[in-house]
């Protein structure tokens, strides 16, 4: 049989990050009307590298599609001129279990992330938001900016903090405007203006929405610097002992999960849920009830929201089998013999 | 980057059964050594159609490689004229974690699930073994026999029950002299003789090595049918529920695992380790071991012996890994980018 093979290259041609918004949207709906599984994922360590690699995989009732991504992050790759971050992602048809397509699943999985941190703070943050601040200037910002400025054009400001280096979040700022149109062909209106933050407590007091996006094992932001009606997207926490959040903030924030299994296991919730800070029950929703008016997402203008995005494979599946069509139109993609 | 991609035509051309055995009979060796890891499988029911998917994935440190397969079993195709088992294997460098290559992997786990079942018969069977009874004449059988006849030279009868459809045995008898030759080119001794038989209490009488590898729920085998000294290899039971063998037969025998805890968790083990008939300290250890040294197989020609053989990933990445290599040496294998 023949299955189709897209390169990073391909679904770059292909995907459109408002395309890729909508995809991801549909499957938070779909999973709030129990039509999908998310089975259970699979991570190991490999010390001597301080490398990572997991296994997600699910099932997308609805569109008869299941499937799996295989994620490797290789840190000290960077130095030997290698991609860090590398995976594959295979489809299949739910209907008799034949492979339908492999591609690479980094670009995916970066697109995707961007787009449910984007759907976070559209559902969850103020209508009025205009400022937002993205803590973390790594590879992944990138995505988180794209995604949020399509989903929400009200924003002005976008501030970025990087915890560890401050260079980081000068050099991102400065290539942001360049990188936006080259990489992804998107014009920003004028009024955007971004700005580099060293000062987190300070830059937190007049942020509408922030986006968390980095490998912290710690809470960087404390509970006494945030002020009433700010929103989180929290992206960074995706295994097991990460965190970014002071746990003391779910006490009273409204928070939302992208499945609640797995924010319990290893994301945001991981380590406030472990101490007791917060029980399955103190969960409002997953942001797909919320997207389809099943549960109820801000209330007061004074609420902290918090939407927990631990990725699921969901999403890709949905997004690759987008790019697979999407490539078939324009006579895309690599045949092989399977 | 580049992939190789290799088809089931092509695996078939490039992986002969004898190189499998010795490659399985590498990976239990060195996982004995501790130098593999077994990352957890996670399986699906997709219950409206009767199929099952499952995931393995897993760890070579020797090899240097990591992997997961991802395995459809969907029979209500095989009425559509589709196979009814389809799978994919990705294989991974774990030095830096880029992909290598993606592959059928249907053909490779009847290959490697045939040496696995072979090298418990030799292992563990009397080595004057001469009756080897296979139970189950479907689609995997014939891959049992081929390895267990190559590993095992001094067998002389074989014989088939089907439990299901004794038709199916007639079948498989009267085609497998010409199969092992047009599929595998393997050349049998006069010697050898195969014999459908429905009569399984009065088979196993004069069995010596008995594998089952049918998709029973039940005991088909009972413990006051065997006699003393028998061999079994269990191949069937590879998820939740399977089971073949009289669990009582577990009290007296010497039982071996290829992973201890996939054994105890959803294989031949399963129910009478949940039924309280044995504990973990029950299994004498794993083939590995056995065939490292490190722990004792058979004791006295008096032993019955068992091999729960629930399948691992390690397998199929070391076999896919001898077919990569193989087919690069033929010039075989299809060029993708990714």
Redesign the interface.
């Known amino acids: 049989?023949e299955i189709t093979?897209l390169?990073?290259?391909e679904l770059k041609q292909v995907l459109e990050p408002d395309r890729v918004i909508e995809t991801v949207e549909s499957v938070y709906t779909q999973k709030a009307s129990g039509r999908t599984?998310v089975?259970?994922s699979?991570e190991?360590h490999?010390e001597e590298?301080n490398?990572v690699?997991d296994?997600r995989?699910g099932?997308l009732a609805g569109d008869k599609l299941?499937?799996?991504k295989?994620l490797?992050?290789?840190p000290l790759?960077v130095g030997?001129g290698?991609p860090a971050f590398?995976?594959?992602l295979?489809i299949?048809d739910?209907e008799?279990?034949?492979?339908l397509a492999?591609?690479?699943a980094s670009y995916i999985t970066s697109l995707r992330t961007g787009a449910a941190a984007a759907l976070g703070v559209r559902t969850l943050a103020r209508k009025t938001s205009k400022n937002l601040l993205i803590v973390g200037a790594g590879r992944q910002a990138f995505f988180m900016v794209a995604a949020t400025l399509l989903a929400m054009p009200q924003i002005e400001n976008v501030r970025v903090h990087d915890p560890i280096n401050s260079a980081n979040a000068d050099e991102f700022v400065s290539q942001i405007r360049m990188r936006l149109k080259s990489e992804l062909n998107l014009d920003l209106p004028d009024k955007v203006n971004f700005t580099a933050r060293p000062d987190l407590q300070a830059v937190l007091q007049d942020s509408d929405a922030v986006i968390t996006v980095t490998r912290a094992t710690y809470p960087i932001i404390k509970k006494e610097w945030v002020k009433p009606g700010t929103h989180f997207s929290c992206i960074g926490a995706d295994m097991l002992g990460k965190e970014e959040l002071d746990p003391e903030l779910f006490r009273t924030a409204r928070a939302f999960a992208d499945d609640r299994k797995q924010c319990l296991s290893f994301g945001e919730m991981e380590i406030p849920f472990k101490s007791g800070i917060i029980s399955e029950q103190s969960i409002q929703g997953e942001l797909g009830e919320v997207l389809a008016g099943t549960a109820t997402g801000r209330i007061s203008e004074e609420d902290i929201t918090i939407f927990d995005a631990t990725g699921l494979a969901l999403l890709d599946i949905a997004t690759g089998k987008l790019a697979l069509d999407l490539a078939r139109e324009k006579g895309l993609g690599?045949k092989?013999?399977?």
């Open positions: 049989m093979v390169s990073q290259a599984a089975w259970p699979v190991y490999f590298k490398a690699m296994i995989s099932y299941h499937g799996a295989m490797n992050n290789f790759n030997a290698l590398t995976g594959m295979l299949f739910s008799n279990g034949m492979p492999l591609m690479d690599q092989v013999f399977i």
